[in-house]
């Protein structure tokens, strides 16, 4: 039973555009979220949280923004870089020991 | 300060077949969880110990095992090994149990099982 969701395996944008990817989630225990991102042979490196008290959390070019009434969250890059391009993992966790990560969307940004 | 690292980097199996990895965690990090990424998929919770003792298990099979070492090195092991195992297996080690604690990733043991 897939709990995260990322519904978008790939996305596609043009350097110095925004990016922005999503992810829905069904567990309403979830209070953490976490984004992710993996190159190739390398293993996952965290990028960006939010905790189920805020709505919005910025660092830098990355902003993710969560719904909770929608179980829906948000990743967004402005602008996008080719050094952005990866497979961005969104994960939750609910207060406990482990990530639920969704399936994963894979950024390719154009020059 | 040296990062979480994982051996060997590919490894190849036959059905039936036993295995082991090994992880090293990041210095000083007490807590390592296991995941298994299955081709097209997240990575998906196997177990995470700490202070070498099992701590949480997702949805694996008891052939799924592990050990954590006082050093803060583990291993994963896999016994009777079916095609469906056949997956990256990624390690991460954290500071802390609690689910927000930030977790470091090893880059992968890439097993193929025939």
């Known amino acids: 039973d897939q709990q995260v969701k990322q519904n978008s395996p790939s996305l596609s944008v043009q350097e110095g555009r925004i990016s922005i990817l999503n992810c829905d989630y069904t567990n309403s225990m979830f209070d953490y979220f976490l984004w992710y991102k993996k190159y190739p042979a390398e293993g996952p490196t965290f990028l960006i949280s939010?905790?189920?008290?805020?709505d919005k959390n910025e660092d830098g070019r990355f902003t993710v923004f969560l719904n909770k009434s929608a179980k829906h969250l948000s990743l967004h890059i402005v602008p996008s870089q080719p050094g952005d391009s990866a497979v961005y993992f969104c994960?939750?966790?609910?207060?406990?020991?482990?990530?639920?990560f969704g399936a994963g969307t894979t950024v390719t940004v154009r020059a | 300060e040296t990062g979480v690292t994982q051996s060997p980097t590919h490894l190849i199996k036959t059905r039936g077949q036993q295995v082991t990895l090994r992880c090293s965690s990041q210095s000083g990090h007490n807590t390592v969880s296991w995941y298994q990424q299955a081709l097209g998929q997240g990575p998906q919770f196997i177990f995470q110990y700490y202070r070498e003792e099992e701590n949480g298990r997702g949805n694996f099979p008891p052939r799924f095992s592990g050990l954590q070492f006082p050093n803060y090195s583990s291993e994963l092991n896999v016994n009777a090994l079916e095609l469906d195992d056949s997956a990256l297996y990624l390690c991460a080690s954290s500071l802390g149990l609690a689910g927000d604690s930030e977790q470091y990733f090893g880059p992968g043991t890439r097993l193929t099982v025939t």
């Open positions: 939010i905790s189920s008290i805020k």
């Open positions: 994960a939750a966790s609910s207060n406990d020991y482990k990530l639920s």
